[in-house]
């Protein structure tokens, strides 16, 4: 092993830098490269983070931080996609794409996405790509004394990745130079290190402890014994060689402390530490217990294995509170794809009852019920990202989403009710999808705005790994890789099919023109524009053995409803999802009574707010409901206080309350 100086260095003594290039998220860092780092340390070497993509955000124009913070997040988002990479694709291939290049330039205008937030144009992308060479000349300046770089390569972080990487060979040929990450899976990795000579390995999957034995390897200078290493892939006989193949880690209570030492510093160096609300990745588990069981069909996650593995609740709590305590976090981002059943009590529990004075982040499957809604409350999981991506039950069955359109605006209720913020997302565009699917949701949209709205709209991306992809054949897609990727690499069609992630169709059934989602886009646009934290407009109280609903929804009120007899009761009933049988059977059998907390409420003294319209009185006896539900059901229904699919009810009126909502996780950067 030489040195960085040419001088050979006595075994064992080796210096690892590992690199987070742009387009990673700003505010949140790389938790692969903080075990990577942990790993290494461990075993006694050198090793040093760079955050180049905190140095990058002071790069972009910007009157400060904040403006420059807002200008990154939208560069690192999917609609940038080539604009973003393409800042660094002349330092990748110089004039081997020069016809390309110009072919984009002239067409910049249109690749900017619309109706930005801040402005940014194209002269201010121009000046990022004029000023590339140097934004990399300095990250490159300083690995000068480390022996191996490793950079990490996911979602937009390629190109910039690949430009480094082809910048430090050059001035250090000696280096050794490793790309590892998510752009490197599947047949991705061996097809990057065959493209680019100035890679000298790629890692692939879970290389938690693969690569710090790596660095063992080469620190013993055994560099040629390598191929029994997993994950890895390395140049041999002129060719390509690869180690055993990338497997999921099973026990993960034996993986070290994240080491995010690096990245608090690079915080603190940048100015992000001045407005506090530092948030750290963990990761509880990895894979999918859904998936193991019904992959959807659209995601591309988990690339090496859908199976479910999760950290005791023991072990990970112990790992939460050495975090807190090391890094002082105030926001813990979990990686997960989904949070565990087991956790709702063993590990909340302890977070309950230790209140850590964090707020947590975890993706969660949709159809969770109230009493876990309030536990995720309770343990200050404040914010969430259910797997709704649609309000439809038909189109959620052709994603095998393993839930319904009811139980996802239960969901939204319950958040509401809790102080759970939400991100989510409605998708469309899925091979044989229903027309008249997506025109019934706009009707519906009018009754759910006083709940949290979802991000956007959007067409749905054919990724590699899903089902779409895997299996296109029985969807009957024909995939091809983006018609982006051109504009980044100068490959045939057939090597960019085995670097891209992102696919696209023009097979039969997957609708190209998508004006008949123009409805249901107009109605999301008028829900977020409508849409308040501080004051929901649906919400109900008691006012004796009555309840009183107040609606200010913006196309359905402003109206208040007394509800009498046995309409409180249908109210109470359907706070869940309940079918018209199990509303009949809890009639006819009593079922209806209310609980303790239910009766001490009643008993409570309510002033309600002021009238806003006339109030309108809905009541019917149990008797007549028995005799005839569905008139009964009637009125609510047409109210708007009732959602209906098929023969289940929900109710959609707020108990009113003043939660609050951790609205500083929208400041973070992630």
Known sequence: MSGANGSARPPGNIAVALVYP????????????????????????TCRTFYWNLDFVRELPGDGLASQMGLYRLLNGRPFLPLNEWVFGGLLHGHEMADRDAELT?????????????????????????????????????????????????????????????????????KII???????????????????????????????????????????????????????????????????????????????IPDFEDYVAARRDVGLDANGGLCLPLESSRGCWWGAKQHCTFCGLNANGMG?????????????????KRFGPRFLFMADNILSMNYYHDFLDRIIDNDLGVHFFYEIKANVNRKQAERLARARVTLVQPGIESFSTRILQRMRKGTTAIRNIALLKYARECGILLTYNLLAGFPGEEREEYASMAEQLPALTHL????????????????????????????????????????????LDNLAYVFETCAEGVESDQEYLDELRAQVKFWQQHFEFECCPLTWCWSGSDIIVDD??????????????????????????????????????????????????????FSPPPACAEEQAIAFTKAEFLQDSSACLTAMIKAGLLYVEGESYLALPVRRSSPEYAKRWYELGI
Not at 128 to 152: F, H, K, S
Not at 308 to 324: G, H, I, M, N
Request: one cysteine or more.
């Open 22 to 45: 742009p387009y990673g998220p700003a505010g949140l860092p790389s938790l692969g490269l903080a075990i990577l780092s942990a790993g290494i340390k461990s075993r006694g070497f």
């Open 106 to 174: 002239q067409r910049l205008e249109s690749f900017i996405p619309p109706d930005l937030p801040l402005e940014f144009t194209k002269c201010d992308l121009l000046r990022l790509r004029d000023g590339a060479p140097d934004i990399v000349a300095r990250m490159t300046d300083q690995l000068e004394i480390y022996d191996v770089i490793g950079i990490n390569s996911t979602f937009f972080q390629n190109v910039p990745a690949l430009a480094l990487a082809k910048a430090v060979k050059a001035r250090w040929p000696h």
């Open 178 to 256: 490793v790309l590892g990450g998510a752009n490197c899976d599947g047949p991705m990795g061996a097809t990057l290190l065959a493209q680019y000579p100035f890679l000298d390995y790629v890692f692939s999957g879970e290389v938690d402890y693969a690569f710090p034995d790596f660095i063992g390897r080469l620190a013993n200078g055994e560099c040629e014994k390598v191929s029994d290493l997993r994950g890895i892939f390395f140049r041999c006989d002129g060719g390509i060689g690869h180690g055993l193949a990338p497997a999921p880690l099973q026990d993960l209570n034996g993986l070290p």
């Open 308 to 324: 479910y593995r999760q950290k005791s609740a023991d072990r990970f709590y112990a790992e939460v509170e050495t975090v807190v």
């Open 452 to 495: 949290q709205p979802p991000n956007g709209l959007s067409p749905i991306e054919f990724h590699r790994f899903s089902p779409y992809h895997s299996d296109a054949a029985k969807y009957g897609l024909h995939l091809q890789a983006s018609p982006k990727y051109r504009y980044l690499y100068p490959f045939s069609n057939d090597v």
């Open 552 to 605: 200010r929804r913006p196309r359905l009120g402003p109206r208040r409803y007394r509800l009498r007899d046995f309409a409180v009761a249908v109210l109470r009933l359907t706070d869940d999802p309940r079918s018209l049988s199990g509303l009949i059977e809890a009639a006819d059998g009593n079922g209806c009574n209310l609980d303790e907390a239910e009766v001490m409420a009643m008993l409570t003294t």
